[in-house]
């Protein structure tokens, strides 16, 4: 998403507070339950330090701030906060973000965020090269899921009541997954601004908090509010290599729509089938696209900025037009075969399945001071760069023919994605864009190749 930040006023007297809702990996328990992962986001809240807070800065896009089982750090903290931009794509300004997702891309913005933000809280070893120092995971987000941001209006004094209380309180690890896990935290933060506006399903999640109720919750009080100024992001996850993530569930509705449970609970539970069956339909049922597109921040420009402000109310075509609507996305799958049909650099279909595979097959990813991705790659044994960020993946020294197919793989894989695995169709539009001008220039280089060839031919 081009996200530029244009903020030059000074503090403002406003802020928001959310809830993030990650999508459920394929991964330790989540594969099993599908309960994903939340967290909570500021816009004027910012990190003084991972483990520290203190009010953001002019220009400064909020942050995110989240508890694990394990973070990993020298001490047992229970929670660390960090920087939006870092959060979501591992990069502190948007217009770097990745373009594409692979664990060696995440790898190294997360060994940059180890370096630039942790080196004091990351000594050991276990912490700089354990996959399973939860650290990570606040790195570049959206390479491994998508992100929800369901947000409301705060005043600075609810901001700064809740500095105080987090920085003088003792920042130490208490996890526990049944009384104590990442939607508890959530619903603790949540409640410092709006007591009880989150609650616990206890019907629906067998006792615990879930993501899935603080997401629904939230939004039920924010709908009885409307003076709160509700509003949802949506934050794809890149196309890659990584396995796409899965929609967040909640416990009856796990056992009813999932097929791992659905044998089981025939064969062992047929009592209780019903009963879990009635109960997520009745009281559980909550879709966050769907919220998301009946709440979504239609604004132009910087929207990780515009997410920390009053809205004012878009119309219904308003919000189509930014999410797409099924005709949209139908009218640039056929103009993006009409597009292929007429490329004429001799890249085959075919080639777009592997793409993403075959350039992370044997490359090296590396990351700018400012945190621009590149990769170099070999292609017909012959060593080549190419960068896949916004900001380079056509820059001078990318190598054009490498960038345009990866602008072809990220666009078919775009078009073939469900809604919420695939990013607004304000934001394709700058895809489409980058890829049109990726084929004229692959267009010009093949142009230039053919008339230095005869050039060279004697007559």
């Not at 791992?260 to 997520?280: C, D, I, Q, R």
């Not at 597009?339 to 080639?351: Q, S, T």
């Amino acid at each position: 998403m081009a996200f530029l930040c244009s903020c030059t006023q000074s503090i403002p007297t406003y802020g928001s507070v959310g809830v993030v809702l990650n999508e459920s990996l394929h991964e330790s328990l989540d594969r099993i339950t599908g309960t994903g992962h939340t967290a909570v986001y500021f816009s004027n809240i910012c990190p003084e330090s991972p483990v520290k807070l203190r009010l953001c800065d002019p220009g400064e896009l909020g942050s995110v701030m989240s508890t694990y089982i394990n973070i990993g750090e020298d001490q047992p903290f229970g929670w660390n906060i960090v920087p939006l931009s870092v959060y979501l794509y591992g990069v502190e300004d948007p217009a770097n973000r990745p373009l594409f997702g692979s664990y060696k891309v995440k790898r190294a913005l997360e060994d940059r965020y180890r370096e630039n933000y942790l080196s004091e809280l990351c000594t050991t070893t276990a912490c700089q090269t354990s996959p399973k120092a939860e650290w990570r995971e606040m790195v570049a987000a959206t390479l491994i899921r998508s992100v929800y941001i369901f947000a409301v209006d705060t005043t600075v004094e609810q901001d700064k009541q809740l500095i105080a209380e987090f920085n003088a309180a003792a920042n130490k690890n208490d996890f526990n997954g049944f009384k104590r896990n990442c939607a508890d935290f959530t619903r603790r933060v949540i409640d410092t601004y709006f007591p009880k506006a989150v609650r616990r399903d206890y019907i629906n999640d067998f006792g615990m908090t879930s993501p899935k109720a603080v997401a629904r919750t939230f939004t039920q009080y924010a709908r009885r509010h409307p003076d709160s100024h509700f509003r949802v992001m949506h934050f794809a996850q890149l196309p890659g290599t990584i396995q796409r993530s899965s929609e967040v569930r909640a416990g009856t509705e796990q056992l009813y729509r999932s097929k791992k449970w659905l044998v089981p609970m025939t064969v062992l539970a047929y009592h209780e089938l019903p009963f879990a069956a009635g109960s997520y339909l009745l009281i559980g049922r909550f879709n966050p696209e769907h919220t998301f597109e009946q709440y979504a921040i239609v604004e132009p420009g910087d929207e990780l900025s515009v997410l920390a402000v009053p809205q004012s109310i878009a119309t219904p075509e308003e919000r189509r037009n930014f999410v797409g609507s099924s005709n949209d996305w139908k009218a640039y799958r056929t103009a993006f075969d009409a597009f292929f049909g007429e490329n004429r650099i001799g890249v085959d279909r075919d080639e777009l399945r592997h793409c993403f595979k075959q350039l992370d097959k044997n490359a090296t990813a590396s990351v700018d001071p400012d945190g621009s991705v590149w990769m170099d790659v070999w292609e017909n044994g012959e060593p080549l760069r190419v960068g896949v960020s916004a900001d380079n993946v056509l820059a001078r020294g990318s190598n054009v023919h490498v960038a345009y197919k990866l602008l072809l793989a990220r666009t078919d894989s775009e078009l073939k994605s469900p809604k919420h695995s695939r990013e607004t169709m304000q934001d394709f539009k700058v895809d489409w864009a980058k890829l049109r001008r990726a084929s004229a220039e692959m267009h010009s280089a093949v142009v230039a190749n053919s008339a230095a060839v005869r050039a060279s031919v004697p007559f």
